[in-house]
């Protein structure tokens, strides 16, 4: 059975502090992965990963993807109280398969 | 560009009322259309998700319907509400073919059931 879990399920640190968000995921046909940020509403989507080792950048959130070993990883440096959310990894099977997500609170 | 919309944003109806949300999407054409729930503090649930017209795969047994009668609208319903089927509602859109696997969400329906 297809599955994603993500870990830890919360986190609360303080701001400044650096944070790693991780995904593992058993799927059959793997083709990406993806990271959402949902604040109050709607996620919005952060990265899509397709290959191994090529790290994807935007500011101060990056990712990375181990085909091998079937894991991503999220981290968000210098964190602000801005990135208090819910990360969510996903996916995409024979349907799109969401984690459970990461609830992140940063504390000013 | 695409957009997606939902409405209502918000919504209390009581146990045993029907139910009608609505999404449309704006930008692009037979895109693939989902329907999710996610529950207080926890992940999102695939609720149904369309590929054209007509087309609606159910992933799980429940209290709720979907239907697509354009292209670009995509509607969930129930006849008789129940308490558990309160929850955040959120529609999503993805494209066609290599590389459209990411999905857009709308901004979702807060529906209470009391």
């Known amino acids: 059975e297809d599955k994603v879990v993500q870990s830890p399920l919360s986190l609360v640190v303080h701001e400044g502090d650096t944070v790693t968000l991780n995904c593992s995921y058993e799927?059959?046909?793997?083709?990406?992965l993806l990271w959402y940020k949902q604040e109050k509403k709607a996620p919005t989507f952060l990265f899509m990963l397709?290959?191994?080792?090529i790290e994807k950048k935007s500011g101060r959130l990056s990712s990375i993807l181990d085909k091998k070993e079937l894991f991503s990883i999220l981290n968000i440096t210098a964190t602000q109280t801005g990135d208090s959310a819910v990360y969510l990894c996903?996916?995409?099977?024979?349907?799109?398969?969401f984690g459970s997500g990461t609830r992140l609170s940063i504390r000013p | 560009s695409q957009t997606i919309h939902q409405w209502p944003a918000t919504l209390v109806q009581p146990v045993g009322s029907p139910l009608s949300l609505e999404c449309t999407v704006e930008?692009?054409?037979?895109?693939?259309l989902y329907w999710y729930r996610q529950a207080a503090g926890r992940g999102l649930q695939l609720l149904f998700y369309s590929v054209g017209i007509g087309q609606i795969s159910s992933e799980v047994p429940q209290n709720l319907s979907a239907s697509r009668p354009q292209d670009r609208q995509f509607i969930l319903s129930s006849k008789k509400l129940l308490l558990s089927d309160s929850g955040f509602y959120l529609c999503?859109?993805?494209?066609?073919?290599?590389?459209?696997?990411?999905?857009?969400f709308g901004p979702g329906t807060r529906l209470t059931v009391l």
């Open positions: 930008g692009t054409s037979n895109p693939n």
């Open positions: 996903a996916v995409p099977a024979s349907k799109i398969i």
């Open positions: 397709t290959s191994s080792g």
């Open positions: 799927v059959t046909n793997f083709r990406s």
């Open positions: 999503a859109w993805s494209g066609r073919g290599r590389g459209s696997s990411e999905q857009f």
